[in-house]
């Protein structure tokens, strides 16, 4: 079996944070990354799905850890070019999770009521509570995303002082950032963990994914035309991509730029970076005070003292 040494891993991992401040450039990222390549080609895959294992594992102790000392919340966002894999990551990361403490949020067109508040709320009100473990797939950062690749969704916001469907122009993108810095920094001081990924799958991959789709009737569901809209305007999606990483990687709360082309690749890295970022926290099962522990030692005697039902 592969092994790999603690701090060689914990090096490789870094490799995907961005940290704040340092020049970020999305093309530095290979989404084809396969692995240690201080490792034999073969035993990278085996090691992947071991990482995995224990990632799932250790993710679903740290949750029972968060439940029980109930102080942190996690925020997890993923964001990604159509069938760079969120929702197979989401399945297979949280698959030993006890569903009661986590959710999972999806992000859509927003709808008349979202239209009616500002661009976090929808989001704001979908966050875990303390102790939970919450899923973003699609967030906030669909506004300058999605938006910035189409500004004339942004007629609908109803903006003082906004008018037309163009490009507002540089000034407004930052100020959306700058809200989003805010708003994340607001939720780490409150207690909620923001722990943000870009799975980064390249344009060959995306094409060989619809193709597969298009090819095995099974998959036909998983496919929607307005896919092929999105990917014509890639370019552009990679250029709001690499701004919004860049303007929002905080020391709060950095992206990670996951490689996508491989699947064993992507949740090996997403399961290890939250069991680790958890860790991070230090919790600990709280302690129980002195009386408490007296009423449950009176507790037990008394069941180890019964006789029968009545
Ligand atoms: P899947 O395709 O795997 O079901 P998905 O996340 O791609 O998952 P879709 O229903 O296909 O879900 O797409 C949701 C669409 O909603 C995306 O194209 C996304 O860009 C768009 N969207 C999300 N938030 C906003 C927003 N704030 N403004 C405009 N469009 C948005
Ligand atoms: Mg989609």
């Known amino acids: 079996m592969p092994s790999i040494d603690t701090a060689r891993f914990e090096e490789l991992l870094d490799l995907f944070r961005v940290d704040a401040g340092e020049r970020f450039d999305l093309a530095d990222h290979d989404p084809g990354w396969e692995g ?29 850890l968060l439940w029980a000392s109930d102080r942190w919340s996690v925020l997890v966002v993923l964001q990604a070019m159509d069938a760079a894999g969120k929702d197979s ?9 006890n569903p009661q403490g986590c959710r999972v949020v999806s992000f859509k067109q927003p709808s008349a009521e979202e239209l009616d508040h500002d661009f976090l709320w929808r989001c704001a009100v979908a966050l875990p509570r303390r102790g939970e473990i919450g899923i973003f797939n699609r967030s906030y950062y669909e506004e300058v995303l999605v938006v910035r690749v189409h500004p004339a969704f942004l007629a609908a916001q109803r903006l003082p002082g906004f008018e037309g469907t163009g490009d507002p122009g540089a000034a407004f993108w930052a100020d959306r950032y700058e809200s989003i810095n805010a708003f994340e920094r607001h939720l780490v001081r409150n207690g909620t963990l923001v722990v943000k990924f870009f799975l980064n799958v390249s344009w060959e991959e995306q094409r060989e994914r619809f193709l597969e789709r298009l090819d095995r009737p099974e998959k036909h569901w998983k496919f929607n035309a307005a896919d092929v809209a999105v990917r014509r305007r890639w370019q552009d999606y990679r250029h709001a991509y690499q701004q919004a990483i860049a303007a929002t990687s905080t020391a709060w709360a950095p992206w990670y730029v996951v490689p996508a082309d491989h699947k064993w690749v992507t949740r090996a890295v997403v399961a290890q970076v939250l069991v680790r970022r958890i860790r991070e926290l230090g919790l600990a099962f709280p302690t129980i005070p002195e009386d408490d522990r007296a009423a449950l030692a009176e507790s037990r005697r008394e069941l180890l003292a019964e006789q029968g039902p009545g």
């Open 89 to 97: 990551t989401i399945k297979h990361v949280l698959s030993g999770v």
């Open 36 to 64: 240690d390549e201080e490792l034999p080609k073969k035993d990278r895959k085996d090691l992947a799905e071991e990482l995995l294992e224990d990632g799932i594992e250790a993710l679903a102790e740290s949750q029972e």
